[in-house]
Structure formats: structure tokens, C-alpha cells
């Protein structure tokens, strides 16, 4: 089978289109036929070697497709199911060995495409806006990067709560984006100031939540524009990582929250991870969340999928279909 593989972690260059033998399942695992890989940020950091993985490795962490082999043990699923996954490296390739635990069914009226398109960044948007701060009708929250991958699913969940949503952009064509999605206001961050922007949205008060998943260029700005005893949520770092950071900040600035949340902790359980699956396909089978797919690439297109991915030029999801 062909697969994109990472020996010495790098560039885009280090991932290498490899073929190699199609994987068979130990006693808990099936193997899956994949008909579309989810590009992710998180993909990016583990090419760079920011986040460790055994070398060589192939990448990818979400996918759907169809059951093709399953292990001994496995009760959970049967071969020819339809399901997805995330979280499990391994799915740039045509055929995937993952812990049978770890499949989710995908239902009818979801797209395996849909599928591998929304079991990472939108399960990650429903913690973020359902566990991680509850998000509720009436309150404001500032989300960063509104038109990227979970930038535009969290616009759409915080949105149809009854939140007020501020966003901000890069680009016109990205404010666009953000708007359809349900956005109030929308902030051209490389051009304005979002620190005295929102403040003059909100009359000074501030927001209750910032989603940030930018890091580096927006972190410390962003504590400036929370309402006393509102949470900074850090969950992603894609201008890079936010340096070290003494907590008597958070006290300075009104006794704020900070937490760095991963999907991980938010899946623990087989229980928890299908409950937010449904929850999200459901949203998706019933129009209410609707998945921008920007661009699929063949498999053999990984690297100029992280090229565009990396430059700021995407918006939505992109998959890879092997
Ligand atoms: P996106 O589609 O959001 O792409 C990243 C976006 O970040 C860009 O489109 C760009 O939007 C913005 N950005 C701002 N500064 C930079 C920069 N210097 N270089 C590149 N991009 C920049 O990606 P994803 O939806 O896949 O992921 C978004 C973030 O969320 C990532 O940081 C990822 O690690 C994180 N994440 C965290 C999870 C968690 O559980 N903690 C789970 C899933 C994702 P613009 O041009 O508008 O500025």
C-alpha cells in the first residue's frame, strides 16, 4: 500500500511517499480501508518533531473509511462498517491498524469524507465550546483564526448557542468566511489592533472567553481583553509557542483562567468519545454544522497540502485521499 512516511523529522520535504505492506490487525485492532486522511496542524507539529513520535512513522491522525480485517478480540466493529477516528497516527496511508476503542460508526447522512473531515477539529470545537468554558446565550467570545480549520466549526457551535462571536482574520476573503459562519464582528488582525478593536466592541468591558489557537503573535494581547475573571483558552500554538509565563499575570490582569487543553483529554473514555462523535456527525446530518472541505489532494500531494496548510493560505479542511 502507499503511504507517506517520516524518517528524519523536517521540512514538508521529510515526508516521503513510501509503499509498504498493508497492515494487519493485533487481537484489539481492525484495519481500515481509508478513503479520505484529515490534514491537521497537529500533523505539522509532529513532521517537526515538536510533538515526539518513534521514528519512522507514517503521519496523519484522522481518517474514515471502511472496515477491512479485524482481530481476534475485536467485538466492537465488523468488517465493511463505515467508521472514522482521530487522535491514532497513521492515517496518511491507504490502509490503517487502529485500536478497534478508538472507531466511532459513522451514520447515515454523513459523508466518509464529512467524517475524516470533522472527527478532529470538530470534536476539538465541541469541547472547547461545550466542557472546556460552556459556552452560553448572552455571553461574548473572541476566536482567533475564525476561518481556519476549527475556527470555522467553533464560529458556527459558539454561533448557534447564542453567543455573541468576535473573530478575527487575516484576509478579506477569510472575514467573509467568518461572517457566513455566524460571526458578529470581525477583526482583521493583521491590520488592526485586536486588543483596542475589542475593547471598543465590547464598551471596555471585555470578553468572557478568548479561544486563541494562534499562540505566539495573540497570547499576551488577548489576557488584555478578558472581563474580570474570564478564561483564556490556549489551545493550539500556529504562529508558534507562547514563551514561558509567570502566573501572577493572571492576577494582575483580573483574576483570569488559563488552560491548554488537548482532544485527548476530552476522548478519555470510549463513552465520551462516541457521545462527541454523534454529537458532532448529528450537527452535520441535520445542516446545522456545515463543513467547508477547501481542498483534497492525492495522497501523493501531502507536502503541498502542509505547504498551503503552513502559509496561511487555506481555509476550512483539507484531506488527503488516498
Ligand atoms: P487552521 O486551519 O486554523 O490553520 C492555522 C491558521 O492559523 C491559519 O490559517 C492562520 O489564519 C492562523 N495563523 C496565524 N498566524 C499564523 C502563522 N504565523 N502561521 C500560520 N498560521 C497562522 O488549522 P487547524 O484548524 O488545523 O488548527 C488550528 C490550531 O488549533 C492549530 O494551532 C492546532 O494545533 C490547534 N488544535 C488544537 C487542538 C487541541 O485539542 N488543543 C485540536 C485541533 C487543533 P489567519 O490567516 O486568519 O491568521
Known sequence: MKAIQVKQVGGPEAMELVELPVPQPKPN????????SGVNFIDVY???GRYKAPLPFVLGQEGAGTVSAVGAEVKSVKVGDRVAWTSQLGAYAE?????????VPIPQGVTEEQAAGAMLQGMTAHYLSNDTHPLKKGETTLIHAAAGGVGLLLVQMAHNIGARVIATVSTD????LAREAGADEVILYTQADFEAETKRLTGGKGVDVVYDSVGKTTFEKGLNILRPRGIMVLFGGSSGAVPPFDPIVLTQKGSLFLTRPSLGNYITTREELVARSAAVFGMIAAGKLKLRIEHTYPL???????RDLEGRKTTGKLLLIP
Not at 485492532?29 to 479520505?36: C, D, F, I, N, Q
Open 29 to 36: 485492532e481492525a484495519v481500515v480501508k481509508l478513503a479520505a
Open 46 to 48: 509532529n513532521r517537526e
Open 95 to 103: 490502509y490503517a491498524a487502529v485500536p478497534a476503542d478508538r472507531l
Open 300 to 306: 501523493a500531494e501531502a507536502q503541498q497540502a502542509h
Open 173 to 176: 476573503e477569510k472575514a467573509k
